[in-house]
């Protein structure tokens, strides 16, 4: 594929840093998911993972590239140190993709090379024109990124990236990795790189920013003004410690203000022409996506995709809005996917309305995801009188987002009340097809039916995040449950939904504890030697 410098390249990071923040582990087939959801919003790249960290991120990597990376879809992308053992990792991985790139990185500053490389200058050079050549032996399209570019001395900075363009790379990337630096700051060092870096006109250049100080979407917006080309950003802004950039807010500035930043791309401002290659209609939906997945809520007043984002609550703001929309909105809520939450369905509606609704609101199921979908709607139906576009939204997410069904929840039933103890009884069928019952006193109903369910599943674990959050308001809306439990270092998440919260609470419980319970037969089948290793 083609990628045409006259607009803004995004490379979107989210399985790659987002995955990287704390607690965001996603198996292979979640991967596979949100990287279709990024292929349909129309990213650039997707950098997949980093194949040489483990076998699952080898594992995703090589799938995506398989399924996603196909022709006319995005590039695929995988990370590696500037070692040879990390390079030959991604490009193995990346081998059936239809556009691989391999971006590799060493960090540059001098508080890096003492401290954690403990190697000179003149070795990370001479390292950088290496690795990059060992790289552009098995893709054309190579990314080199100097870690902690913004703390590196500019001089030994611009020497780095000559040699990096001269070795081959096609794409220089200028990370803030500890988000240190400010808008007018990191403005200047893209455009000192412009002017000092010998062959920077045969490279795109890059940023990738974490947002520490919360400036990171600020500092790429000025890096776009200085000749920037590819913003490195991921949903939802998730990414090592305070995140990166988020892609929502990059893409939505860029589109709300295009004829401020159209002189910028050498385009007359009235120009039309979208900024990005992004369907800006996608971005709720894959905000939801990844937060539903990774177990990473979205807090409520986040720019773009927070539940508060679109709402209107003072009583002038209000009167103003229903005057003229634009005395206090500067984009319009369905530019970003989200429907009016208007009433679509009853208890009476048919299968076809069911499926034709969906389609509309742009989810294509599976006969075998539908079918489950619809029984889900009959049931949410039965108790609620109207259906809204984001009661199905949260349905069928719900039904099909769901990790591999190991142990099913048959039945949960509490007793509580001020006067009384709260007890839960659980049924579970486990993963041999037994049916196990059992009961629980605990400090609330859904303490009971926790610890309830725990003596069933029997693996030990800590519930270390709960939230409930309501889909529409009123007093029959769906409540969506969230739930993040850890065993030893790693991190589970679930996600429900019910109009019974209770029940949505116990769904996300074994929801996660698949997930665990997944790892761990996954971790125990990798310590056993396969057939073909033992003949060799
Ligand atoms: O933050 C960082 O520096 C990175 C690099 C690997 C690009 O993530
Ligand atoms: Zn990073």
């Given at each position: 594929?083609?990628?045409?410098?006259?607009?803004?390249?995004?490379?979107?990071?989210?399985?790659?840093?987002?995955?990287?923040?704390?607690?965001?582990?996603?198996?292979?087939?979640?991967?596979?998911?949100?990287?279709?959801?990024?292929?349909?919003?129309?990213?650039?790249?997707?950098?997949?993972?980093?194949?040489?960290?483990?076998?699952?991120?080898?594992?995703?990597?090589?799938?995506?590239?398989?399924?996603?990376?196909?022709?006319?879809?995005?590039?695929?992308?995988?990370?590696?140190?500037?070692?040879?053992?990390?390079?030959?990792?991604?490009?193995?991985?990346?081998?059936?993709?239809?556009?691989?790139?391999?971006?590799?990185?060493?960090?540059?500053?001098?508080?890096?090379?003492?401290?954690?490389?403990?190697?000179?200058?003149?070795?990370?050079?001479?390292?950088?024109?290496?690795?990059?050549?060992?790289?552009?032996?098995?893709?054309?399209?190579?990314?080199?990124?100097?870690?902690?570019?913004?703390?590196?001395?500019?001089?030994?900075?611009?020497?780095?990236?000559?040699?990096?363009?001269?070795?081959?790379?096609?794409?220089?990337?200028?990370?803030?990795?500890?988000?240190?630096?400010?808008?007018?700051?990191?403005?200047?060092?893209?455009?000192?790189?412009?002017?000092?870096?010998?062959?920077?006109?045969?490279?795109?250049?890059?940023?990738?920013?974490?947002?520490?100080?919360?400036?990171?979407?600020?500092?790429?917006?000025?890096?776009?003004?200085?000749?920037?080309?590819?913003?490195?950003?991921?949903?939802?802004?998730?990414?090592?410690?305070?995140?990166?950039?988020?892609?929502?807010?990059?893409?939505?500035?860029?589109?709300?203000?295009?004829?401020?930043?159209?002189?910028?791309?050498?385009?007359?401002?009235?120009?039309?022409?979208?900024?990005?290659?992004?369907?800006?209609?996608?971005?709720?939906?894959?905000?939801?996506?990844?937060?539903?997945?990774?177990?990473?809520?979205?807090?409520?007043?986040?720019?773009?995709?927070?539940?508060?984002?679109?709402?209107?609550?003072?009583?002038?703001?209000?009167?103003?809005?229903?005057?003229?929309?634009?005395?206090?909105?500067?984009?319009?809520?369905?530019?970003?996917?989200?429907?009016?939450?208007?009433?679509?369905?009853?208890?009476?509606?048919?299968?076809?309305?069911?499926?034709?609704?969906?389609?509309?609101?742009?989810?294509?199921?599976?006969?075998?995801?539908?079918?489950?979908?619809?029984?889900?709607?009959?049931?949410?139906?039965?108790?609620?009188?109207?259906?809204?576009?984001?009661?199905?939204?949260?349905?069928?997410?719900?039904?099909?987002q769901q990790p591999p069904e190991l142990f099913r929840l048959e039945l949960v039933q509490v007793s509580c009340g001020n006067h009384?103890?709260?007890?839960?009884?659980?049924?579970?069928?486990?993963?041999?097809?037994?049916?196990?019952?059992?009961?629980?006193?605990?400090?609330?109903?859904?303490?009971?039916?926790y610890r309830a369910i725990n003596r069933v599943v029997n693996v030990p674990n800590e519930l270390i995040e709960f939230s409930v959050?309501?889909?529409?308001?009123?007093?029959?809306?769906?409540?969506?449950?969230?739930?993040?439990?850890?065993?030893?270092?790693?991190?589970?998440?679930?996600?429900?939904?019910?109009?019974?919260?209770?029940?949505?609470?116990?769904?996300?419980?074994?929801?996660?504890?698949?997930?665990?319970?997944?790892?761990?037969?996954?971790?125990?089948?990798?310590?056993?030697?396969?057939?073909?290793?033992?003949?060799?």
């Amino acid at each position: 594929m083609k990628i045409n410098p006259d607009r803004i390249i995004i490379f979107d990071t989210t399985l790659r840093d987002g995955e990287q923040s704390p607690g965001a582990t996603l198996n292979v087939e979640e991967k596979l998911t949100i990287a279709r959801q990024l292929a349909k919003l129309g990213v650039d790249v997707i950098e997949a993972g980093f194949p040489y960290a483990s076998a699952g991120d080898f594992e995703a990597v090589n799938k995506i590239a398989e399924q996603v990376g196909v022709e006319g879809g995005p590039i695929i992308c995988a990370l590696a140190r500037a070692t040879y053992h990390d390079i030959e990792a991604a490009a193995q991985a990346l081998k059936p993709a239809a556009h691989p790139r391999i971006h590799t990185f060493i960090a540059t500053s001098d508080i890096h090379l003492e401290y954690k490389l403990k190697k000179t200058r003149a070795e990370v050079l001479a390292i950088t024109e290496e690795m990059v050549s060992y790289a552009k032996s098995f893709v054309d399209d190579v990314e080199f990124s100097p870690e902690d570019a913004v703390r590196t001395e500019p001089a030994f900075l611009y020497e780095v990236l000559e040699k990096a363009i001269a070795a081959g790379a096609t794409t220089v990337n200028i990370p803030d990795t500890v988000g240190y630096t400010t808008p007018s700051e990191f403005g200047a060092l893209i455009r000192s790189i412009k002017e000092n870096v010998r062959n920077i006109d045969q490279a795109i250049i890059s940023v990738h920013g974490h947002n520490d100080l919360g400036l990171a979407v600020a500092n790429f917006l000025e890096a776009i003004k200085n000749g920037a080309r590819q913003l490195e950003c991921t949903i939802n802004g998730i990414g090592e410690r305070a995140g990166n950039a988020a892609l929502e807010e990059l893409v939505m500035a860029l589109h709300v203000r295009r004829q401020y930043f159209n002189p910028f791309l050498g385009r007359p401002p009235e120009s039309e022409e979208p900024l990005t290659n992004i369907d800006t209609r996608q971005i709720y939906k894959t905000s939801r996506l990844v937060s539903n997945l990774t177990g990473i809520l979205v807090q409520p007043n986040k720019a773009i995709v927070g539940a508060n984002a679109f709402a209107h609550e003072s009583g002038i703001h209000q009167d103003g809005v229903l005057k003229n929309r634009l005395t206090y909105e500067i984009m319009d809520a369905q530019s970003i996917g989200l429907t009016e939450n208007k009433i679509v369905l009853g208890k009476h509606s048919g299968r076809h309305a069911f499926q034709t609704r969906l389609k509309e609101l742009g989810f294509e199921l599976s006969e075998n995801e539908l079918n489950k979908a619809f029984v889900k709607f009959k049931a949410v139906a039965d108790k609620k009188k109207e259906i809204t576009d984001w009661d199905l939204e949260s349905i069928v997410n719900d039904e099909i987002q769901q990790p591999p069904e190991l142990f099913r929840l048959e039945l949960v039933q509490v007793s509580c009340g001020n006067h009384s103890r709260p007890t839960a009884t659980v049924t579970l069928r486990t993963p041999s097809g037994e049916e196990l019952t059992d009961a629980a006193i605990g400090t609330g109903p859904v303490d009971a039916v926790y610890r309830a369910i725990n003596r069933v599943v029997n693996v030990p674990n800590e519930l270390i995040e709960f939230s409930v959050q309501s889909v529409t308001a009123g007093i029959d809306a769906i409540g969506e449950v969230t739930i993040r439990l850890r065993h030893g270092e790693r991190i589970f998440s679930g996600h429900a939904a019910n109009t019974d919260i209770i029940v949505a609470s116990a769904h996300a419980y074994v929801n996660a504890l698949n997930r665990l319970y997944a790892a761990l037969q996954k971790q125990e089948a990798d310590k056993k030697p396969t057939t073909a290793a033992v003949a060799q």
